[in-house]
């Protein structure tokens, strides 16, 4: 058994703890609960799918969420659960204490520091890191988050994923056990570190953000009882200038699972799905947004543009890439995300490839359009 994540984790907790000493200040404002929400439709077209093309598409219900953000005093609370036609889940929920200004610990199912803050995409379809498991993952845990003069650390522990391996029932990418293409799993998420720092300055027309993340944890195999481990660490920034917006971040991971058949591939799930990747590779983005501002709200327009390039054994592997050019429409409660979608080799949006990373079915750039239509509350 490694033993690094537990080590990592304690000296992780020791430091937090020592820094942690200083007296807390009380922050008495918004008091209270509030309760908000959406409600989204959703079309889809896939220019690959016959059935699709015949019908010109399909318009759905997509789902319905309802939020809880409260606060007393230096306690407070934030939760969100979503409800689709097939099934529901939490995204995340867990409450947070304010120690004084600049710290706030959290604990439950929160956001996991990973990456460039908030989103490495600006699209419904999210970037292509959010389907290898680091965009926007939830998990359960306590973490420690520091703000002040532009520095922002974040520093966290999590036991687990917010669902069990074998559940695919889930809002973002975690790792999974079952049967994927004749392949079986039983693989799950333990004993996770994150640390993420970034530094935040103002230039003139706007401000830059520059940051690096580290995440490691174990993979234990509930047939044998062996524990593997896993990595992964990101470069990334995000800066504006004016109504511009640029997104850069480069990642290397691994997932090394113990007892594997197969150590070049490994199964994950999300959204009602599983499928494979690459266990080891690099991911690459690159995404520009212009944010245009009207009399009735905003637009902003954008292309994402995903690599990711597996570094397995097997040299039959091959490339994934996703590409998004689309607009977000603001208008009062409502927001509506016209996106135009190519997928090469990647999941979701190509007919014949439904993994990332592994060896290509055929040699096409796939498309499709999706159109989210959301009202919020």
Same mark, same amino acid.
């Given at each position: 058994?490694?033993?690094? @994540? ?13 820094? %942690?000493?200083?007296?807390?200040? !009380? ?12 409600? =989204? ?20 219900? /997509? ?8 606060? %007393? ?5 934030? !939760?969100?659960? =979503?409800?689709?036609? $097939? ?8 409450? +947070? ?14 956001? *996991?520091? +990973?990456?460039? @803050? ?43 994923? $917010? ?11 975690? %790792? ?16 996770? *570190? ?41 470069? #990334?920034? /995000? ?14 991971? $691994? ?56 570094? *397995? ?10 590409? *998004? ?7 009062? @409660? ?13 999941? +979701? ?5 439904? #993994?990332?990373? %592994?060896? $290509? ?6 498309? =499709? ?9």
């Amino acid at each position: 058994m490694n033993k690094t @994540p537990f080590t990592l984790a304690a000296l992780a907790t020791v430091a937090v703890l020592s820094t %942690l000493a200083t007296p807390a200040l !009380a922050d008495n404002s918004e008091n209270g609960i509030n309760v908000g929400g959406a409600v =989204r439709a959703n079309y889809a077209y896939k220019d690959y799918s016959e059935n699709s093309k015949d019908k010109a598409g399909d318009f759905s219900f /997509d789902m319905a969420a309802i939020k809880f953000n409260g606060r %007393l005093d230096n306690w407070g609370l934030a !939760a969100e659960y =979503r409800f689709t036609s $097939e099934t529901n889940y939490i995204k995340y929920g867990y409450g +947070f204490y304010d120690i004084n200004p600049k710290w706030q610990l959290q604990f439950g199912i929160n956001k *996991v520091p +990973f990456g460039n @803050p908030e989103f490495i995409s600006n699209s419904f379809w999210f970037g292509l890191p959010y389907y290898l498991g680091f965009e926007d993952d939830h998990d359960i845990g306590i973490k420690a988050v520091y703000q002040s003069n532009g520095w922002h650390t974040d520093l966290a522990f999590y036991k687990n994923p $917010e669902y069990a391996a074998s559940e695919n029932k889930r809002y973002a990418t975690d %790792l999974y056990t079952g049967s994927i293409n004749g392949t079986e799993y039983h693989n799950e998420e333990t004993n996770q *570190v994150n640390l993420r720092q970034t530094y935040t300055f103002e230039h003139n027309g706007g401000s830059t953000t520059l940051g690096g993340s580290a995440q490691f944890g174990q993979i234990y195999n509930s047939k044998t009882g062996n524990n593997g481990d896993r990595y992964a660490l990101a470069l #990334h920034l /995000d800066s504006s200038y004016n109504d511009w917006n640029l997104q850069l971040q480069a990642l290397q991971y $691994e997932y090394d699972a113990a007892d594997a058949i197969d150590p070049n591939k490994i199964g994950v799930s999300v959204v009602s799905w599983q499928y494979e990747i690459a266990t080891k590779g690099q991911s690459y983005s690159a995404n520009i947004a212009k944010i245009i501002d009207t009399d009735w709200g905003s637009v902003k327009c954008y292309n994402d543009f995903g690599l990711m390039t597996p570094d *397995v054994a097997d040299e039959t592997y091959d490339n994934s890439m996703q590409n *998004v050019t689309g607009c977000a429409i603001s208008a009062g @409660p409502t927001y509506t995300m016209v996106d135009f979608i190519m997928g090469k080799n990647m999941t +979701f949006s190509t007919a014949n490839n439904d #993994h990332i990373g %592994l060896p $290509e079915v055929g040699d096409n750039w796939d498309k =499709r359009v999706n159109i989210n239509f959301g009202y919020y509350f």
